[in-house]
């Protein structure tokens, strides 16, 4: 359940963007969405507009606002994370200086876990001071972060539309009163019990919108 709910990956953000962005990111403050409510429909929708589906955490800093999020998510099939399966693990960097990195290894097996475990309690062991102050309990953080809970990304809806003239128009007229601007729309497959299924593709968009 940890793993198909994306829990792992949370408590896993919520260390690598304490560290990344120097202040505490607790496993609270992210927004967390597995892959429970995902059918192959959506996956084959995404494959024939060239997406590859994959449950991605994403941390993003904007001077001390910081989103955090763990959720399914559509990425280019010629991405490298598009790539990365089975007990593979990937972090894909974007900074302002050195612009795209990623690192790529076993995130799963008795060996590697072992491995890693075995570092961690060598380090601990070995060190008088914690290496990273980020962790420390401070009840005032030096830096306080502000939690972004309306980001910025486009969006995937699919959605079961009766089949009859002005009901794409409804539609469009309802993103649009919400200021979403759409980029695709496609109809898949045939007209089932009076209703088919629409694949709206929007552009950058809020959440909440």
């Known amino acids: 359940a940890a793993d198909v709910e994306g829990l792992d990956a949370a408590y896993k953000l919520s260390i690598l963007a304490s560290l990344a962005f120097h202040g505490r990111v607790t496993f609270e403050d992210v ?68 612009k795209e990195m990623m690192f790529l290894g076993r995130g799963a097996g008795d060996l590697p876990t072992a491995s890693a475990i075995v570092s961690d309690l060598e380090r601990a062991a070995s060190a008088c001071q914690h290496q990273y102050p980020t962790f420390q309990n401070e009840i005032n953080p030096k830096v306080a972060l502000q939690q972004n809970k309306d980001w910025q990304c486009p969006f995937y809806i699919r959605m079961l539309a009766a089949d009859e003239p002005g009901v794409l128009s409804s539609v469009a007229k309802c993103f649009a009163d919400e200021n979403v601007s759409i980029a695709a729309v496609q109809q898949k497959g045939e007209c089932q019990d009076g209703r088919v299924t629409l694949v709206v593709i929007t552009h950058q968009a809020s959440e909440k919108a």
Request: contains cysteine; proline residues 3%.
């Open 31 to 98: 927004y967390v969405e597995g892959i429970t409510h995902v059918n192959a429909e959506d996956i084959r929708c995404g494959q024939e507009l060239g997406y590859t589906l994959k449950l991605l955490a994403i941390a993003k800093r904007d001077g001390l606002r910081v989103e955090t999020r763990v959720h399914p998510t559509f990425v280019r099939s010629d991405h490298p994370l598009a790539n990365v399966s089975g007990s593979f693990n990937a972090v894909y960097l974007h900074g302002h200086a050195c």
